[in-house]
């Protein structure tokens, strides 16, 4: 009965090392993800909303394109408007760039907050799975130096 216990003992603690170091893995690649975003936030949300934002005279055709809706005390910018229809020819370029940076501005943002979010909890993973394995990797080595009583 002694003996298998000790079998239990040490497949439960290899187990917990095997899964430490696959966590650590894939949280690595999710530094390494969130410090590529972090780099260059506006690259990393441009993927997530359905309008370019690298480039101003990209966003002004897409805008252009987009009809003015009529709203409440006057139109709607076209920058603002999802959907599809006549070209909006009323926006002057002034206003499509105060959009497109206020835009911008607000994805930079969004991509900044979720990359350094990202960053922080997978480095505090790496950190916990570190410990994790460091306990269970050292205890095993002592259960191991043990003499066995058989």
């Known amino acids: 009965m002694d003996r298998m216990n000790s079998r239990i003992g040490q497949a439960y603690g290899y187990a917990v ?18 410090a590529i975003d972090l780099s260059d936030p506006i690259r990393a949300e441009s ?3 359905g309008r370019t934002l690298t480039n101003f005279e990209v966003y002004k055709m897409e805008a252009r394109r987009q009809p003015a809706m009529r709203v409440e005390g006057g139109t709607m910018p076209a920058g603002l408007v999802l959907g599809k229809g006549a070209p909006d020819t009323t926006s002057s370029d002034a206003e499509l760039r105060r959009l ?15 990359a350094i979010r990202s960053l922080v909890g997978n480095l505090l993973l790496i ?4 410990v994790l394995f460091g306990i ?8 191991d130096a043990m003499p066995s009583s058989a």
Do not use: P
Request: include cysteine; proline fraction near 0%.
């Open 127 to 130: 950190v916990l799975a570190g």
């Open 47 to 49: 993927g997530r909303m």
């Open 17 to 34: 090392c095997f899964i430490t170091v696959i966590v650590m893995l894939i949280a690595i690649k999710q530094v390494v993800d969130s």
């Open 100 to 114: 497109y940076d206020a835009e911008r501005e607000t994805a930079i943002g969004n991509a900044r907050f979720r």
């Open 136 to 143: 269970h990797w050292r205890w095993l080595r002592q259960r």
